[in-house]
Protein backbone atom coordinates (compact mmCIF):
# COMPACT_ATOMS: atom_id res chain seq x y z
CA UNK A 1 0.00 0.00 0.00
CA UNK A 2 3.07 2.16 -0.49
CA UNK A 3 2.07 3.59 -3.76
CA UNK A 4 -0.56 5.98 -1.70
CA UNK A 5 -0.82 8.35 1.08
CA UNK A 6 -1.60 7.21 4.69
CA UNK A 7 -3.60 8.41 7.77
CA UNK A 8 -1.02 9.27 9.68
CA UNK A 9 -1.59 7.78 13.03
CA UNK A 10 -1.30 3.80 13.20
CA UNK A 11 -5.03 2.86 13.99
CA UNK A 12 -8.06 5.12 13.50
CA UNK A 13 -10.71 3.45 14.57
CA UNK A 14 -10.97 6.22 17.71
CA UNK A 15 -10.90 9.26 14.76
CA UNK A 16 -13.80 7.34 13.06
CA UNK A 17 -16.09 7.04 16.19
CA UNK A 18 -15.07 11.00 16.89
CA UNK A 19 -15.35 12.58 13.16
CA UNK A 20 -18.18 9.96 12.08
CA UNK A 21 -19.71 11.06 8.67
CA UNK A 22 -16.64 13.28 7.61
CA UNK A 23 -13.82 10.61 8.76
CA UNK A 24 -12.65 9.98 5.08
CA UNK A 25 -13.29 13.42 3.46
CA UNK A 26 -11.17 14.93 5.63
CA UNK A 27 -8.47 12.89 5.09
CA UNK A 28 -8.79 12.97 1.64
CA UNK A 29 -9.16 16.58 1.40
CA UNK A 30 -5.73 16.99 3.52
CA UNK A 31 -4.13 14.12 1.89
CA UNK A 32 -5.28 15.95 -1.53
CA UNK A 33 -6.51 12.51 -2.89
CA UNK A 34 -9.45 10.31 -3.17
CA UNK A 35 -8.22 7.58 -1.49
CA UNK A 36 -5.41 6.55 1.17
CA UNK A 37 -4.35 3.32 3.45
CA UNK A 38 -4.93 3.35 6.60
CA UNK A 39 -5.93 0.90 9.99
CA UNK A 40 -9.25 0.56 11.65
CA UNK A 41 -9.67 -2.26 14.62
CA UNK A 42 -6.07 -2.68 14.02
CA UNK A 43 -6.50 -4.01 10.34
CA UNK A 44 -5.38 -2.54 7.22
CA UNK A 45 -7.90 -0.61 4.63
CA UNK A 46 -8.01 1.61 1.70
CA UNK A 47 -10.73 4.38 2.06
CA UNK A 48 -12.31 5.99 -1.20
CA UNK A 49 -14.33 8.84 -2.02
CA UNK A 50 -16.02 10.22 -5.05
CA UNK A 51 -17.48 9.38 -8.31
CA UNK A 52 -14.82 7.43 -9.96
CA UNK A 53 -14.28 5.42 -6.59
CA UNK A 54 -17.67 4.33 -6.35
CA UNK A 55 -17.29 2.62 -10.24
CA UNK A 56 -14.73 1.12 -9.11
CA UNK A 57 -15.95 -0.44 -5.75
CA UNK A 58 -19.63 -0.87 -7.62
CA UNK A 59 -19.54 -1.81 -11.22
CA UNK A 60 -18.35 -5.61 -12.31
CA UNK A 61 -17.64 -8.17 -9.82
CA UNK A 62 -14.32 -6.84 -7.85
CA UNK A 63 -15.83 -6.15 -4.32
CA UNK A 64 -17.64 -8.85 -1.92
CA UNK A 65 -19.45 -8.03 0.82
CA UNK A 66 -18.02 -11.29 3.23
CA UNK A 67 -15.82 -10.31 6.29
CA UNK A 68 -15.83 -6.21 5.35
CA UNK A 69 -18.24 -5.37 8.03
CA UNK A 70 -17.75 -5.89 12.09
CA UNK A 71 -20.23 -9.02 12.92
CA UNK A 72 -22.38 -7.26 14.88
CA UNK A 73 -23.33 -4.78 11.73
CA UNK A 74 -24.08 -7.93 9.72
CA UNK A 75 -26.07 -9.57 12.19
CA UNK A 76 -27.95 -6.79 12.77
CA UNK A 77 -28.32 -5.38 9.25
CA UNK A 78 -28.39 -8.07 6.58
CA UNK A 79 -27.50 -10.89 8.31
CA UNK A 80 -25.66 -14.08 7.03
CA UNK A 81 -27.13 -15.66 3.82
CA UNK A 82 -28.63 -12.57 2.89
CA UNK A 83 -28.71 -10.94 -0.85
CA UNK A 84 -26.00 -8.65 0.16
CA UNK A 85 -23.73 -11.75 1.31
CA UNK A 86 -23.55 -13.16 -1.92
CA UNK A 87 -22.16 -12.81 -5.32
CA UNK A 88 -22.11 -13.37 -8.94
CA UNK A 89 -25.07 -15.65 -10.39
CA UNK A 90 -26.59 -16.46 -7.20
CA UNK A 91 -26.62 -12.54 -5.92
CA UNK A 92 -28.46 -11.85 -9.40
CA UNK A 93 -30.69 -14.47 -9.07
CA UNK A 94 -31.73 -13.43 -5.17
CA UNK A 95 -31.38 -9.84 -6.60
CA UNK A 96 -34.16 -10.03 -9.10
CA UNK A 97 -36.28 -11.78 -6.52
CA UNK A 98 -35.99 -8.21 -4.60
CA UNK A 99 -36.11 -5.92 -8.01
CA UNK A 100 -39.39 -8.03 -9.15
CA UNK A 101 -41.24 -6.57 -6.34
CA UNK A 102 -40.68 -2.89 -6.82
CA UNK A 103 -43.26 -2.89 -9.51
CA UNK A 104 -45.16 1.12 -10.15
CA UNK A 105 -47.90 -0.93 -8.93
CA UNK A 106 -46.32 -1.84 -5.70
CA UNK A 107 -44.68 1.80 -5.15
CA UNK A 108 -48.53 2.98 -5.77
CA UNK A 109 -49.30 0.12 -3.43
CA UNK A 110 -46.93 1.32 -0.70
CA UNK A 111 -47.95 5.29 -1.05
CA UNK A 112 -51.62 4.42 -0.49
CA UNK A 113 -50.82 2.31 2.65
CA UNK A 114 -48.78 4.61 4.35
CA UNK A 115 -51.60 7.29 3.94
CA UNK A 116 -54.16 5.39 5.05
CA UNK A 117 -51.21 4.59 8.82
CA UNK A 118 -50.30 8.10 8.86
CA UNK A 119 -53.99 9.21 8.96
CA UNK A 120 -54.88 6.77 11.48
CA UNK A 121 -51.94 7.81 13.21
CA UNK A 122 -52.92 11.50 13.21
CA UNK A 123 -56.24 10.55 14.81
CA UNK A 124 -53.80 9.56 17.74
CA UNK A 125 -51.36 11.71 17.54
CA UNK A 126 -54.25 14.57 18.06
CA UNK A 127 -54.92 13.13 21.54
CA UNK A 128 -51.04 13.89 22.62
CA UNK A 129 -49.51 17.06 23.88
CA UNK A 130 -46.18 16.08 22.03
CA UNK A 131 -45.52 13.61 19.16
CA UNK A 132 -41.66 12.51 18.50
CA UNK A 133 -41.62 12.20 14.62
CA UNK A 134 -38.52 9.77 14.39
CA UNK A 135 -40.60 7.33 16.96
CA UNK A 136 -43.68 8.24 15.65
CA UNK A 137 -43.34 7.82 11.96
CA UNK A 138 -41.34 3.94 12.78
CA UNK A 139 -44.38 2.50 13.80
CA UNK A 140 -46.69 4.32 10.95
CA UNK A 141 -44.07 2.83 8.66
CA UNK A 142 -43.92 -0.72 10.33
CA UNK A 143 -47.95 -1.11 9.67
CA UNK A 144 -47.62 -0.16 6.39
CA UNK A 145 -44.59 -1.94 5.68
CA UNK A 146 -46.14 -5.26 7.43
CA UNK A 147 -48.87 -4.21 5.34
CA UNK A 148 -47.50 -4.32 2.68
CA UNK A 149 -45.08 -7.41 2.69
CA UNK A 150 -48.44 -9.24 3.28
CA UNK A 151 -47.11 -10.09 6.75
CA UNK A 152 -49.71 -10.48 9.62
CA UNK A 153 -49.20 -8.24 12.56
CA UNK A 154 -52.23 -7.75 15.39
CA UNK A 155 -52.80 -4.30 16.36
CA UNK A 156 -50.98 -4.03 19.34
CA UNK A 157 -47.93 -5.77 18.46
CA UNK A 158 -46.74 -2.93 16.16
CA UNK A 159 -45.40 -0.65 18.73
CA UNK A 160 -43.16 -3.56 20.19
CA UNK A 161 -42.03 -4.65 16.26
CA UNK A 162 -41.10 -1.21 15.47
CA UNK A 163 -39.11 -1.38 18.35
CA UNK A 164 -37.51 -4.34 17.79
CA UNK A 165 -36.64 -2.84 13.76
CA UNK A 166 -35.65 0.39 14.76
CA UNK A 167 -32.58 -1.13 17.60
CA UNK A 168 -31.31 -2.68 14.69
CA UNK A 169 -30.25 0.29 12.54
CA UNK A 170 -30.06 2.04 15.64
CA UNK A 171 -26.90 -0.25 17.08
CA UNK A 172 -25.75 -1.01 13.44
CA UNK A 173 -22.86 0.86 14.46
CA UNK A 174 -21.87 -1.71 16.18
CA UNK A 175 -20.61 0.09 19.85
CA UNK A 176 -22.13 0.57 22.94
CA UNK A 177 -24.12 -1.77 25.45
CA UNK A 178 -27.53 -1.52 23.03
CA UNK A 179 -25.49 -4.10 20.81
CA UNK A 180 -26.43 -7.01 22.80
CA UNK A 181 -29.62 -5.75 23.38
CA UNK A 182 -31.01 -5.56 19.87
CA UNK A 183 -29.08 -8.65 18.96
CA UNK A 184 -31.70 -10.27 21.50
CA UNK A 185 -34.71 -8.14 19.99
CA UNK A 186 -33.51 -9.12 16.17
CA UNK A 187 -33.20 -13.25 16.85
CA UNK A 188 -36.94 -12.57 18.58
CA UNK A 189 -37.82 -10.83 15.33
CA UNK A 190 -36.36 -13.60 13.65
CA UNK A 191 -37.87 -16.41 15.43
CA UNK A 192 -41.01 -14.85 14.53
CA UNK A 193 -40.68 -14.44 10.74
CA UNK A 194 -39.70 -17.78 10.17
CA UNK A 195 -42.72 -19.77 12.23
CA UNK A 196 -44.52 -17.60 9.72
CA UNK A 197 -42.70 -18.67 6.47
CA UNK A 198 -43.09 -22.63 7.52
CA UNK A 199 -46.80 -21.91 8.17
CA UNK A 200 -47.35 -20.42 5.31
CA UNK A 201 -45.33 -23.55 3.50
CA UNK A 202 -47.55 -25.74 5.77
CA UNK A 203 -50.85 -24.14 4.23
CA UNK A 204 -51.49 -22.68 7.87
CA UNK A 205 -51.33 -19.42 7.24
CA UNK A 206 -51.52 -17.34 3.88
CA UNK A 207 -49.69 -15.18 1.79
CA UNK A 208 -51.36 -12.50 0.05
CA UNK A 209 -51.10 -13.35 -4.03
CA UNK A 210 -48.11 -11.52 -5.21
CA UNK A 211 -47.38 -10.10 -1.89
CA UNK A 212 -43.31 -9.82 -1.20
CA UNK A 213 -43.84 -12.80 1.52
CA UNK A 214 -45.35 -14.70 -1.36
CA UNK A 215 -42.39 -14.54 -3.36
CA UNK A 216 -39.76 -15.07 -0.68
CA UNK A 217 -41.99 -18.52 0.50
CA UNK A 218 -41.87 -19.37 -3.05
CA UNK A 219 -38.68 -18.01 -4.17
CA UNK A 220 -36.05 -21.06 -5.57
CA UNK A 221 -32.07 -21.01 -5.56
CA UNK A 222 -30.10 -21.77 -8.73
CA UNK A 223 -30.24 -25.30 -7.59
CA UNK A 224 -33.68 -25.31 -7.54
CA UNK A 225 -34.55 -25.65 -4.38
CA UNK A 226 -36.81 -22.91 -1.90
CA UNK A 227 -35.04 -20.72 0.44
CA UNK A 228 -34.01 -22.43 3.93
CA UNK A 229 -36.81 -20.64 6.27
CA UNK A 230 -33.79 -18.54 8.16
CA UNK A 231 -32.63 -17.14 5.02
CA UNK A 232 -36.21 -16.43 4.27
CA UNK A 233 -36.78 -14.73 7.75
CA UNK A 234 -33.64 -12.90 6.81
CA UNK A 235 -34.74 -11.54 3.89
CA UNK A 236 -37.97 -10.37 4.96
CA UNK A 237 -36.45 -8.60 7.67
CA UNK A 238 -34.14 -7.02 5.03
CA UNK A 239 -37.95 -5.22 3.54
CA UNK A 240 -38.94 -4.50 7.01
CA UNK A 241 -36.23 -3.39 8.55
CA UNK A 242 -35.41 -0.69 6.06
CA UNK A 243 -38.98 0.14 5.09
CA UNK A 244 -38.66 1.18 8.99
CA UNK A 245 -35.57 2.95 8.54
CA UNK A 246 -36.79 5.33 6.48
CA UNK A 247 -38.06 7.10 9.09
CA UNK A 248 -34.89 9.02 9.93
CA UNK A 249 -35.56 10.44 6.33
CA UNK A 250 -39.35 11.61 7.35
CA UNK A 251 -37.41 13.03 10.44
CA UNK A 252 -34.86 15.39 8.32
CA UNK A 253 -37.82 15.65 5.93
CA UNK A 254 -39.91 17.37 8.49
CA UNK A 255 -36.62 19.30 9.35
CA UNK A 256 -35.99 20.31 6.13
CA UNK A 257 -39.43 21.90 5.80
CA UNK A 258 -39.21 23.47 9.05
CA UNK A 259 -35.66 25.42 8.17
CA UNK A 260 -37.12 25.94 4.55
CA UNK A 261 -40.56 27.12 4.76
CA UNK A 262 -40.60 28.27 1.16
CA UNK A 263 -40.42 24.74 0.17
CA UNK A 264 -43.32 23.71 2.54
CA UNK A 265 -45.51 27.08 1.42
CA UNK A 266 -45.01 25.44 -2.36
CA UNK A 267 -46.23 21.45 -1.40
CA UNK A 268 -48.71 22.93 0.94
CA UNK A 269 -50.35 24.32 -2.10
CA UNK A 270 -50.35 21.28 -3.88
CA UNK A 271 -47.25 22.91 -6.55
CA UNK A 272 -45.57 18.87 -6.62
CA UNK A 273 -42.80 20.56 -9.60
CA UNK A 274 -40.28 20.41 -7.47
CA UNK A 275 -41.27 17.23 -5.27
CA UNK A 276 -38.55 14.83 -6.65
CA UNK A 277 -36.20 16.76 -6.49
CA UNK A 278 -36.73 18.10 -3.02
CA UNK A 279 -36.44 14.32 -2.03
CA UNK A 280 -33.36 13.95 -4.02
CA UNK A 281 -31.78 16.11 -2.31
CA UNK A 282 -32.95 15.04 1.09
CA UNK A 283 -31.31 11.89 0.16
CA UNK A 284 -28.01 13.81 -0.87
CA UNK A 285 -27.94 16.33 1.86
CA UNK A 286 -28.76 14.56 5.13
CA UNK A 287 -26.41 11.81 6.53
CA UNK A 288 -27.48 8.19 6.67
CA UNK A 289 -24.78 5.09 5.89
CA UNK A 290 -21.74 6.71 6.11
CA UNK A 291 -19.58 4.38 4.24
CA UNK A 292 -19.75 0.79 3.09
CA UNK A 293 -16.94 -1.90 3.37
CA UNK A 294 -15.82 -4.46 0.35
CA UNK A 295 -12.72 -6.54 -0.17
CA UNK A 296 -11.22 -7.36 -3.48
CA UNK A 297 -11.97 -10.49 -4.85
CA UNK A 298 -9.13 -10.12 -7.60
CA UNK A 299 -6.27 -8.18 -8.32
CA UNK A 300 -6.67 -5.00 -10.05
CA UNK A 301 -5.32 -1.20 -10.53
CA UNK A 302 -7.05 1.91 -9.76
CA UNK A 303 -5.46 5.42 -9.78
CA UNK A 304 -1.94 3.95 -9.31
CA UNK A 305 -2.56 1.52 -6.46
CA UNK A 306 -2.50 -2.19 -6.94
CA UNK A 307 -5.53 -3.52 -4.97
CA UNK A 308 -4.69 -7.42 -4.67
CA UNK A 309 -7.47 -9.62 -3.58
CA UNK A 310 -8.71 -9.57 0.04
CA UNK A 311 -7.50 -6.09 0.27
CA UNK A 312 -10.81 -4.14 2.77
CA UNK A 313 -11.71 -1.33 0.97
CA UNK A 314 -14.28 1.67 2.14
CA UNK A 315 -16.39 3.54 0.35
CA UNK A 316 -17.33 6.77 1.55
CA UNK A 317 -21.51 7.39 0.61
CA UNK A 318 -21.71 10.40 2.76
CA UNK A 319 -18.66 12.76 1.37
CA UNK A 320 -19.34 11.43 -2.10
CA UNK A 321 -22.84 12.72 -1.69
CA UNK A 322 -21.19 15.91 -0.39
CA UNK A 323 -18.23 16.28 -2.96
CA UNK A 324 -17.82 19.99 -4.34
CA UNK A 325 -16.45 18.58 -7.20
CA UNK A 326 -20.17 16.76 -8.06
CA UNK A 327 -22.62 19.01 -5.85
CA UNK A 328 -21.66 22.74 -5.87
CA UNK A 329 -21.81 24.17 -2.37
CA UNK A 330 -22.70 20.90 -1.39
CA UNK A 331 -23.44 22.07 2.43
CA UNK A 332 -26.20 24.27 0.95
CA UNK A 333 -29.57 22.22 0.80
CA UNK A 334 -30.90 23.68 -2.39
CA UNK A 335 -33.52 20.87 -4.57
CA UNK A 336 -32.86 23.16 -7.46
CA UNK A 337 -29.86 20.96 -8.37
CA UNK A 338 -31.94 18.16 -8.74
CA UNK A 339 -33.84 19.70 -11.87
CA UNK A 340 -32.14 18.58 -14.96
CA UNK A 341 -30.09 16.02 -13.27
CA UNK A 342 -28.88 13.21 -15.87
CA UNK A 343 -29.45 10.10 -12.87
CA UNK A 344 -25.93 9.63 -12.88
CA UNK A 345 -25.64 6.37 -11.16
CA UNK A 346 -22.00 7.05 -9.70
CA UNK A 347 -23.02 10.40 -7.93
CA UNK A 348 -26.42 10.23 -6.02
CA UNK A 349 -24.53 7.34 -3.37
CA UNK A 350 -26.93 7.50 -0.38
CA UNK A 351 -28.15 3.71 -1.06
CA UNK A 352 -25.11 2.74 -3.39
CA UNK A 353 -23.69 3.04 -6.86
CA UNK A 354 -23.80 1.45 -9.93
CA UNK A 355 -26.07 -1.21 -11.44
CA UNK A 356 -29.40 -2.62 -9.47
CA UNK A 357 -29.02 -6.34 -10.66
CA UNK A 358 -25.34 -6.77 -11.56
CA UNK A 359 -24.34 -5.06 -8.16
CA UNK A 360 -24.92 -4.33 -4.24
CA UNK A 361 -27.06 -1.02 -5.08
CA UNK A 362 -29.81 -0.98 -2.55
CA UNK A 363 -33.20 -2.50 -4.18
CA UNK A 364 -35.26 -0.21 -1.53
CA UNK A 365 -33.82 2.88 -3.68
CA UNK A 366 -37.23 3.65 -5.50
CA UNK A 367 -39.54 2.84 -3.05
CA UNK A 368 -37.31 5.03 -0.71
CA UNK A 369 -38.32 7.99 -3.11
CA UNK A 370 -41.80 7.13 -3.57
CA UNK A 371 -42.74 6.59 0.89
CA UNK A 372 -40.58 10.35 1.18
CA UNK A 373 -42.46 11.66 -1.39
CA UNK A 374 -45.78 10.78 -0.11
CA UNK A 375 -44.94 11.70 3.74
CA UNK A 376 -43.90 15.34 2.56
CA UNK A 377 -47.29 15.47 0.77
CA UNK A 378 -48.99 14.06 4.40
CA UNK A 379 -47.06 16.46 6.30
CA UNK A 380 -47.50 19.48 4.23
CA UNK A 381 -50.94 18.89 3.56
CA UNK A 382 -52.61 16.39 5.79
CA UNK A 383 -51.72 17.89 9.42
CA UNK A 384 -50.87 21.39 11.04
CA UNK A 385 -48.74 20.98 13.83
CA UNK A 386 -45.76 23.56 16.03
CA UNK A 387 -42.45 23.01 16.86
CA UNK A 388 -41.69 23.53 20.34
CA UNK A 389 -38.58 24.97 21.15
CA UNK A 390 -35.77 22.20 20.92
CA UNK A 391 -32.47 20.68 20.12
CA UNK A 392 -32.93 19.91 16.06
CA UNK A 393 -29.15 19.67 15.66
CA UNK A 394 -27.47 16.60 14.35
CA UNK A 395 -24.07 15.32 14.87
CA UNK A 396 -22.33 13.87 12.27
CA UNK A 397 -20.27 12.00 15.31
CA UNK A 398 -23.21 10.09 15.35
CA UNK A 399 -24.13 6.93 13.74
CA UNK A 400 -26.54 7.17 12.52
CA UNK A 401 -27.97 10.32 12.60
CA UNK A 402 -30.85 12.13 13.49
CA UNK A 403 -31.88 15.64 15.04
CA UNK A 404 -31.02 15.16 18.66
CA UNK A 405 -34.46 15.77 19.77
CA UNK A 406 -36.00 13.54 17.01
CA UNK A 407 -38.36 16.26 16.06
CA UNK A 408 -41.15 16.92 18.69
CA UNK A 409 -44.51 18.42 16.61
CA UNK A 410 -46.89 19.43 19.58
CA UNK A 411 -50.59 20.60 18.69
CA UNK A 412 -51.02 17.96 15.98
CA UNK A 413 -54.19 18.69 13.89
CA UNK A 414 -55.69 16.62 10.90
CA UNK A 415 -57.17 17.66 7.95
CA UNK A 416 -60.57 16.02 9.23
CA UNK A 417 -60.12 18.22 12.80
CA UNK A 418 -58.91 21.33 11.15
CA UNK A 419 -62.34 20.95 8.43
CA UNK A 420 -64.73 20.45 11.41
CA UNK A 421 -62.89 23.30 14.09
C1 LIG B 1 -33.94 3.97 4.41
C2 LIG B 1 -33.27 4.26 3.34
C3 LIG B 1 -32.26 3.29 2.83
C4 LIG B 1 -30.91 3.45 2.82
C5 LIG B 1 -30.13 4.68 3.27
C6 LIG B 1 -30.36 2.24 2.24
C7 LIG B 1 -29.02 2.03 2.00
C8 LIG B 1 -28.50 0.94 1.35
C9 LIG B 1 -27.14 0.82 0.89
C10 LIG B 1 -26.07 1.87 1.04
C11 LIG B 1 -27.03 -0.40 0.30
C12 LIG B 1 -25.82 -0.91 -0.45
C13 LIG B 1 -25.06 -1.90 0.36
C14 LIG B 1 -23.87 -2.46 -0.40
O1 LIG B 1 -23.32 -1.86 -1.32
O2 LIG B 1 -23.45 -3.54 -0.02
C15 LIG B 1 -28.28 -1.07 0.44
C16 LIG B 1 -28.53 -2.37 0.04
C17 LIG B 1 -29.72 -3.00 0.28
N1 LIG B 1 -30.89 -2.43 0.68
FE1 LIG B 1 -31.16 -0.51 1.21
N2 LIG B 1 -31.37 1.37 1.96
C18 LIG B 1 -32.55 1.97 2.29
C19 LIG B 1 -33.82 1.46 2.09
C20 LIG B 1 -34.07 0.18 1.71
C21 LIG B 1 -35.38 -0.37 1.54
C22 LIG B 1 -36.68 0.43 1.71
C23 LIG B 1 -35.22 -1.69 1.23
C24 LIG B 1 -36.25 -2.73 0.94
C25 LIG B 1 -37.50 -2.46 0.69
C26 LIG B 1 -33.78 -1.97 1.22
C27 LIG B 1 -33.20 -3.20 1.01
C28 LIG B 1 -31.86 -3.40 0.74
C29 LIG B 1 -31.26 -4.68 0.39
C30 LIG B 1 -31.98 -6.02 0.34
C31 LIG B 1 -29.91 -4.42 0.09
C32 LIG B 1 -28.85 -5.44 -0.36
C33 LIG B 1 -28.72 -5.36 -1.87
C34 LIG B 1 -27.60 -6.20 -2.45
O3 LIG B 1 -26.69 -6.60 -1.73
O4 LIG B 1 -27.63 -6.43 -3.66
N3 LIG B 1 -33.13 -0.81 1.50
N4 LIG B 1 -29.19 -0.22 1.05
Same mark, same amino acid.
Not at 110 to 121: Q, V
Not at 124 to 134: G, K, M, Q
Not at 280 to 298: N, T
Not at 312 to 328: E, F, I, K, M, S
Given at each position: ?????????? $?????????? @??Y??????????????????????????G??????? @????????Q???????????????? =???????????R???????????? +?????? +?????????V???????????????????????? $????????? $? /?????????????????? #???? #???? %?????R????L??? #??????? /??????????A????????????????????? +????????????????????????????????????????????????????? !??L?????????????????????? +??? %????????????????????? !???????????????????L?????????????I???? =??????E????????D??????????????????????G??????A
Amino acid at each position: MSDIPHATTL $DDSLALLREG @YTYIARRCDRLGADLFATRLMLKPVICMRGAEAARIF @YDGDRFTRQGAMPQTTLWLLQDAGS =VQQLDGAAHRQRKQMFMGMMTPEA +LAAMEA +LLARRWREAVARWEAREEVVLLEASAEVLTRAAC $DWCGVPLPE $D /EAPELARELAAMVENAGG #VGPG #VLLA %LGLRQRTEARLRRL #VERVRAG /EAQAPAGSPLAVIVAHREPDGSLLDSTVAAVE +LINLLRPLLAVNRYITFAALALHEHPDWRDRFAAGDEADLEPFVQELRRFYPF !FPLIGGRARENFEWSGHAFAEGDWV +LLD %LYGTNHDARLWPEPEQFRPER !FRNWAGDPHTLIPQGAGDFLGGHRCPGEWITIAILKQA =VRLLCREMRFEVPPQDLSVSLARMPAAPASGFVMSRVRGKAARAAA
